[in-house]
């Protein structure tokens, strides 16, 4: 069922830190990618969206790049603080939503 | 923006009796709902995709008469586990989709204990 692969497993950066976190998917009907953030024992809040007719979406801390041709996309968080601190997931939508492995990240002060 | 209540937060039950969990969507009308699974430290996993009016949905290895889905109106979808047992413990989040705008809005789950 999972059809978004989600990389890497784990990331801890510093605090000020990038951390990147990587997606690849198949299903070419894919046509809405989102990006969650998740603590524990909550649900998944939306961070950040695209659509594949666009490469690049930047909101306020948070971007997306879409590789449409290699079917990948990835979430850079520029300016890590601690309280990123959360499991993201990727996922990707046509007529319902698939979700990525998930990415514990950790940003230590 | 878009809100969907999920209940109970977190339900105890003894194995063998049947639990409801409630999915609003509270300022829209959502036609298609979701629910998903999620085991911890794992990923959410699509259980089944529910229409108002229309059956459910269900993905491969869901028994859909052990997760009851009813889907009665525009903004409630339940998710009933029947005859729980320790093995369905999990976290349910359940999902509505909106058409305008596009956008899936996530209630805040359910933590299910059997016991």
């Known amino acids: 069922q999972q059809q978004v692969k989600q990389s890497p497993q784990s990331l801890i950066v510093q605090k000020g830190g990038i951390p990147i976190i990587n997606c690849a998917y198949e299903?070419?009907?894919?046509?809405?990618f989102p990006w969650y953030q998740q603590f524990p024992g909550k649900g998944p809040a939306l961070l950040i969206a695209?659509?594949?007719?666009?490469s690049e979406k930047k909101e306020g801390r948070f971007t997306i790049s879409f590789n449409k041709s290699a079917k990948q996309f990835s979430l850079h968080i520029m300016d890590s603080q601690p309280g990123d601190s959360a499991t993201y997931f990727c996922?990707?939508?046509?007529?319902?939503?698939?979700f990525g492995a998930g990415t514990r990240l950790t940003v230590k002060p | 923006g878009a809100v969907v209540s999920q209940h109970p937060s977190r339900v105890i039950c003894k194995s063998g009796t049947s639990v409801k969990i409630e999915c609003r969507s509270l300022?829209?009308?959502?036609?298609?709902m979701f629910w998903y699974r999620q085991f911890p430290k794992q990923s959410l996993m699509l259980m089944a995709t529910?229409?108002?009016?229309?059956?459910?949905?269900?993905e491969q290895g869901v028994e859909k008469d052990k997760f009851l889905i009813n889907h009665a109106s525009l903004t409630l979808s339940t998710l009933t586990v029947t005859s729980a047992h320790p093995e369905d413990s999990s976290f349910y989040i359940c999902?509505?989709?909106?058409?305008?705008?596009?956008?899936?809005?996530f209630g805040s789950g359910t933590r299910l204990t059997v016991v």
């Open positions: 996922a990707a939508s046509s007529d319902d939503m698939r």
């Open positions: 529910s229409n108002e009016g229309s059956k459910a949905t269900y």
């Open positions: 999902s509505a989709r909106e058409i305008k705008p596009y956008g899936y809005t």
């Open positions: 695209i659509r594949p007719d666009v």
């Open positions: 299903n070419t009907a894919f046509d809405y």
């Open positions: 300022d829209f009308q959502a036609t298609t």
